[in-house]
């Protein structure tokens, strides 16, 4: 991988100065939004409109410690058993605890969730050892968006440019005698109306989401193609936990329908898998049966339907009456309804998907990265949360505690500035290759994408073998090759060549990371190593640059 910079000169471009810029209005950007306006001028920029993110189509809830029943303590550790060794348990403690508050906030600001007399209507979901997931019917996501999207909108110091498609990182690099260069970020360069502007700002927060998109089977809407993974690697930002991506048990398998989620909220309320035989199936591997972590049911669906010769397995939620259905599942009944299924009497054709990314920016509990004024939030960032596997609906939790973070400290940071960014600044240069100019166009792009998520998807998702990852690696690196020096920015502003060069950038970062951590844990699963080693992979694997990747201790 090469990620070169080049020096760039605002002046030639359309320039727009802020105290705070934040990268995306999913849940950990807005609520970072809104604690950084408490101090100072934000900026939020969004790659299309507001609403499109993988927080609105966010189904199940927000995992919260509230319950009568339930502590603080059970809900970290249900967290770092799903994690599997590899937590950042000071960074969950701060989830947990600084959760109840951010949940209360929330449904302070208006957030219409389900209550049961006085409390919250509390649901089960994989894994967990409570009831503790508040939600909105299957829309949890919808109705959080809405209230932090009404309350931004509302805020007088908080500016928003929707369609604004951040590119690169804007840095300043100081190398002074004797001491360790220094890398400072002042914004990013974006495409707004087909032309590249620089947007320089005192701190940036990334927010900017997950990858599911580099998966031909996903949940995850088209925004998500790692656009934020791949930027803050061109800066220099350290990557850690790449190799660890989720994938969900259950997407809907049907011909001519998105792969729409089917909420794990389902088997909470007692829907239970099937395979084309009409076999119940979980009990065979794992004492929880279908509530057994994500890993778990996704592997054996796989193994189900090779056993079967099968395309999908099937999801019975047919013992629950039609009014609970519809009122417990709303979003999931009218989908599916579109599509000629009555889930109260026939059952889900579903199979696994990508769903979530547990690795990402290298941050700590303050949410500041490598880089000197940038920080990240959300899917995007690793705080060592999730470990090796995520625990279900503890993401929005993650976004709102670490979001509300970030813009705090960023406000901070910016607060102390006291000079103006540079006039000459670096971003990273998304050209891949050395290689001579080709011509690229939209048939080579399309075609280059496709075969960036087969390559994944055979050998870098449920089940990984060190032959097959070679082979993707081999693969990947041909398609950057054939991808060519592209024009890159600010001379081009095409966002379908940009966003295809950050899907490559960052599936050799999975590629590569799943090939260097020779043992299974959590959501990395390796056919060659199926057992876990705590004895040599109690450990993170971290990319920064060009670097090999580095095995580095918890
Ligand atoms: P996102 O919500 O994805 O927001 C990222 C934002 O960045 C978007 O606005 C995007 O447009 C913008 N962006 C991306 N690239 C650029 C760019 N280049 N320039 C400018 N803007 C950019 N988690 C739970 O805890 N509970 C659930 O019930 C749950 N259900 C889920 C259901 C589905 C279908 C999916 C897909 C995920 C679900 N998750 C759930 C996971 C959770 O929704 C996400 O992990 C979380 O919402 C991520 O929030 P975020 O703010 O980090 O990113
Ligand atoms: C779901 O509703 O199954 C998704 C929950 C999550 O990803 O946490």
């Not at 950084?36 to 299309?48: F, Y």
């Not at 054709?349 to 990508?354: D, N």
């Not at 054939?482 to 966002?495: H, K, N, T």
């Amino acid at each position: 991988m090469e990620n070169p910079t080049s020096a760039v000169n605002p002046e030639r471009h359309s320039s727009w100065d802020t105290d705070v810029l934040i990268i995306g209005s999913g849940a950990a950007g807005l609520r970072a939004a809104l604690a950084a306006s408490e101090h100072t001028n934000v900026t939020l920029i969004t790659k299309t409109t507001l609403t499109e993110s993988n927080t609105h189509y966010a189904q199940g809830g927000i995992a919260v410690a509230m319950n009568l029943d339930d502590t603080i303590a059970l809900h970290i550790k249900d967290t770092c058993a799903a994690g599997v060794g590899l937590c950042d348990v000071k960074a969950v403690e701060m989830m947990v605890s600084e959760g109840i508050p951010r949940v209360a906030e929330l449904l302070d600001w208006g957030a219409n969730f389900d209550w049961e007399g006085t409390l919250p209507r509390f649901t089960q979901e994989a894994a967990h050892s409570r009831r503790r997931i508040v939600h909105k019917g299957d829309a949890t996501g919808r109705e959080t968006t809405d209230v932090l999207i009404q309350r931004v909108l509302n805020t007088e110091n908080i500016h928003v440019l929707q369609n604004t498609f951040a590119i690169d990182l804007l840095t300043d690099v100081e190398n002074p005698k004797g001491h360790e260069e220094t890398v400072t970020c002042y914004g990013v360069t974006a495409v707004v109306d087909e032309q590249v502007v620089y947007i320089r700002a005192r701190a940036t927060i990334l927010a900017t989401g997950g990858l599911g998109r580099l998966y031909p089977c996903t949940s995850n809407p088209k925004v998500a193609t790692g656009d934020g993974f791949a930027a803050a690697w061109r800066a220099g930002c350290e990557m850690v936990d790449m190799e660890f991506v989720q994938f969900h048990p259950t997407t809907l398998y049907l011909d001519g329908a998105p792969n729409f989620l089917i909420s794990e909220a389902v088997r909470g309320e007692g829907g239970k898998l099937v395979n084309i035989r009409g076999e119940r199936f979980m009990e065979k591997y794992h004492e929880k049966g279908e509530l057994a972590p994500r890993d778990v049911v996704s592997r054996a669906i796989q193994i189900e339907m090779e056993l079967t010769g099968f395309p999908c397995v099937y999801l019975d939620i047919t013992h629950e009456p039609a009014e609970f259905i519809l009122e417990r599942f709303p979003t999931i009944s009218d989908t599916t309804q579109h599509y000629g299924l009555d889930i109260s009497i026939d059952l889900i054709p579903v199979r696994p998907g990508a769903h979530f990314m547990m690795g990402g920016i290298r941050t700590n509990t303050n949410t500041e990265t490598n880089l000197k004024g940038l920080y990240a939030c959300g899917e995007v960032a690793c705080t060592g949360v999730h470990g090796a596997n995520r625990l279900a609906s503890n993401s929005l939790l993650e976004c709102l505690v670490y979001g509300a973070r970030a813009g705090t400290n960023a406000a901070t940071f910016a607060a102390l500035q006291l000079s103006h960014p540079p006039d000459m600044l670096s971003a990273g240069n998304i050209g891949t290759s050395q290689t001579p100019h080709i011509e690229v166009d939209l048939v080579t792009i399309e075609a280059i994408r496709d075969a960036i998520r087969e390559t994944l998807w055979e050998n870098v998702s449920i089940e990984r073998n060190g032959e097959g990852l070679e082979q993707t690696l081999a693969e990947l690196q041909d398609l950057t090759t054939d991808l060519g020096s592209v024009p890159a920015p600010p001379e081009s502003s095409d966002i379908a060549i940009i966003e295809t060069i950050n899907m490559l950038n960052v599936a050799l970062m999975i590629t590569e990371s799943a090939l260097t951590r020779t043992e299974s844990r959590g959501a990395h699963y390796r056919a060659d190593f199926p057992m876990s080693d705590d004895t040599d992979w109690h450990r993170r694997i971290l990319i920064k640059n060009d670097n090999p990747p580095e095995v580095i201790p918890l």
